[in-house]
């Protein structure tokens, strides 16, 4: 058979390939991922034929790169941006045309779409924009593509318009100074173009306009990837699980896409931050496929919060999607979710501030609770230099953390000034369990007002946030924000992150007799001095810190008795102390009304160990007032030489007559009499007084009529002498306990007076010597008694107490009685008789000269005042003629009566026992 005539094989028709297009790699070549049949999916390289784009620069230093490559060619990057933002991440169908055996290249047409009949021509489509030149060299089928060519040349499109050598990027290779890039575009939106992913949170981009080509690790994440050896390449032995995974789902939703890059960090030479794609945060969906774990170190720089974030990873956990397929709940956790709601969550009062993470607060119910602010780390001596001073600090003294460790008194301090007393809500996050060293701890979000205190502290650089392991859940529940403050303290330099260390030069006198004694003169002479109450070991003792002398003392309070609390065995070999009645209940009380907090104190003296004595004042409480009207202490005979002797003898009579405490029992031995009182018939001695001044505790002051030309010689004296001799302003300076001369403010004229106490702004507290009554003076009128000699002559006005006879409990009722007395002895002279004595005080009758009415028996009669039924034989006639007064205020239902018998409930069930 004749070959001539035998006819051609008909043509095979061109294979089609489909695929979507991960990257362009430049005007005229791309990268094609096809249909994944498991595995990875299968990727190859495809240069467009018959046509050559423009060059792009490469990296210097890359693979196979050199130093002169770091420049375009001519609109390159215009060619490559229009075939990106054509085909990246679309469907295409391709044709290979032929393959260059040496190199493997492979060239080909590629059309837009599922077909190439309707597909768009994507080599026609360049050419026609005059971003690529067409290769004619031997070539028969281009004659579409030299027209197309020919119509981008007269229009000027392109690489063929006039101003094309002007369309080179100025690219920045490398970021000499991340930081001053990161203050230039920092948390801002920088629009970018993702040229490279290394791993799923790594990408490298281009920010544009500005071309700086910087790698960028994603904030607050970290997925699986692969280490790189010696050489820079990655090594497969090191690749973690999901690696692969990770990087594919990136790229296929970043790879050479337009995203915003918002700066918020620097590690190293590589910039942190976040990537905004239209469609999301990538790191949050990374996060939810179980895909990456969150990170603390960059968590704190997330812009908008990390809120997000945490809860993507959370899902992921839950579901145990990806690299959490083996999670498991932490059993610390089990805990705290175990947790009824008021343990979980309540409020509480501080009532210490232990150190820079402890609290010890009580609840509701009265109990105390310690608990410890969660993933916050007080300072340490390792801290700031701490270990230097540790070695130079001599071996013999004695370890104070609270002033030896830098910074944590300014952190023990901001917490107790901010929150001693104060209420706080309290959110349990985890409980630590016991160890072998340390307790088990309950570890909490705190917040006063609003505020997070853990966050507070950190970012006045007072504390550092603790860092934990990856799988480690035990942390606060917002962590995020304590990375953030933690973050911005170190940027600010602050407190444990800066250059400058607190030293605190503390002298602890406690048990120094010899420096206390040192000491002694300048309290005495300071006045009231302000302290901090560092520790209450009983009831009246305690242990302070003086701020402005750097010292710490130990203090007892004085005038009173007070009852020991028990005290533990004191290490191995120690023998425990029993308490006395009633002492663990006054520790509590000035625990409770003292502990941390600022109090005043005046120094009296010192015992021989070197404790000071003296009266301590907290928001103008005197504390062994307060002591002694509790029944939780009793009146020494030292307070007798006192200011305070009479506060203290009234508050003892309070407490007897609510037998509260101590005295619980006293109404076996209140009217114990002694035999000489125990008289059968009553003396009557009246003298003829003037009343001056009324007190507060239903006390008089009394002038007797037969001291009246002896008063006012004495007062003539006085000012005629100050007169002629005016003291001059400022010469003297008032100190407690001095006898002096003072203007009174209702006359201006001098009296005789003595001094109290001093008292701010340059006023004086001072008691008119002569006539009772006290007032506030300025100082500067105040002055020297002249040197007379009628200035040694004692006090013309004598205080005394009314007989038989009690204020009631209600303050109303009070004012009512005292203004009621006050009315009634106002004007006129009466005959004063001293019935007995009790306390120090003399208990007086007093009568009206004229009417001979006894003035506290109408009072009675009225309903202004109490009956005190006392025992003595000689006062029953007068108790009687009293409680026959009180039996008609009650029956008329007089003031106090108004109501009904007020004395009904007076059972010590009520603390109103007489």
Known sequence: MSTANTPAAPAQPPQLFKGIVKQALSGDSIIIRGQPKGGPPPERQLNFSNITAPRLARRPGGPAGKADEGKDEPCAWEAREFLRKKVVGKEVTFVVDYKVPASGREYGT?????????????????????????????????TKLIELEEQAKSAGRGRWAADSEKHIRDIVWQVENPRQLLDKFGRKPVSAVVEHVRDGSTVRVFLVPSFNYITLMMSGIRCPGVKLDQDGKPDPASKEPFSEEAKFFTESRLLQRDVEIILESVNNANLVGSIIHPNGNIAELLLKDGFARCIDWSMGFVTGGAEKLRAAERYAKEKKLRIWKDYTVSAANNTTASLKAKDKEFVGTVTECVNADALVVRLADGSLKKIFLASIRPPRPSEQGGEKDDKEKPKDKPVRPLYDIPFMYEAREYLRKKLIGKKIQVSVDYIQPASQTFPEKICCTVKHEGANLAEALISKGYATVVRYRQDDDQRASEYDALLAAEAKAQKGLKGLHGKDIPVHHVVDLSGDAAKSKLFLPYLQRAGKISAVVEYVASGSRLRLYVPRETRLITFLLAGISCPRAGRAAGGPGGVAVE???????????????????????????????????????????????????????????SAERTQYNRPLQIAEGNAKARRAKIWQNYEDT??????????????????PVVVTEITPELHVFVQYTDDGDKLEALMNDLRRELNEKPPLTGAY??????????????????????????????????????????????????????????????????????????????????????????????????????????????????????????????????????????????????????????????????????????????????????
Not at 597 to 625: M, P, Q, T, W, Y
Not at 793 to 809: D, G, I, Q, R, S
Not at 884 to 913: C, P, S, V
């Open 110 to 142: 590629v059309y837009l779409g599922k077909d190439t009949e309707t597909g768009e021509n994507v080599t026609e489509d360049i050419v026609r924009e005059g971003y690529a030149s067409v290769r004619k060299e031997g070539k028969s089928d281009v």
């Open 670 to 687: 209140k009217d114990e009499i002694k035999p000489e009182d125990d008289k059968a018939e009553r003396k009557v001695d009246q003298k």
């Open 579 to 637: 308490g006395e009645p009633f002492g663990e209940e006054a520790l509590a009380f000035t625990k409770d009304l003292c502990h941390q907090r600022e109090v005043e104190i005046e120094v009296d003296s010192i015992d021989k160990a070197g404790n000071f004595i003296g009266f301590l004042f907290i928001e103008n409480k005197n504390l062994s007032v307060a002591l002694v009207e509790e029944g939780l202490a009793t009146v020494h005979f």
């Open 733 to 914: 300076t008032p100190k407690k306990g001095d006898l002096c001369a003072a203007r009174y403010s209702g006359d201006g004229q001098w009296y005789r007076a003595r001094v109290e106490k001093t008292l701010p702004d340059g006023e004086v507290a001072v008691v008119f010597m002569d006539y009772g009554n006290r007032e506030n003076v300025k100082a500067s009128k105040c002055a020297t008694l002249p040197a007379i000699p009628a200035v040694s002559v004692p006090p013309f006005a004598k205080e005394y107490a009314l007989a038989c006879v009690n204020l009631p409990t209600d303050e109303d009722m009070v004012a009512d009685a005292l203004y009621a007395l006050r009315h009634d002895t106002n004007d006129g002279v009466f005959l004063l008789n001293v019935e007995y004595k009790a306390s120090g005080v003399d208990y007086i009758t007093l009568a009206d000269k004229t009417s001979k009415e006894d003035i506290a028996q109408n009072l009675v009669k009225e309903g202004f005042l109490l009956v005190d039924n006392r025992k003595e034989r000689r006062l029953q006639k007068l108790v009687k003629d009293y409680q026959a007064a009180e039996k008609e205020a009650k029956t008329k239902h007089l003031n106090i009566w108004q109501y009904g018998d007020i004395t009904e409930d007076d059972a010590r069930e009520f603390g109103m026992g007489r």
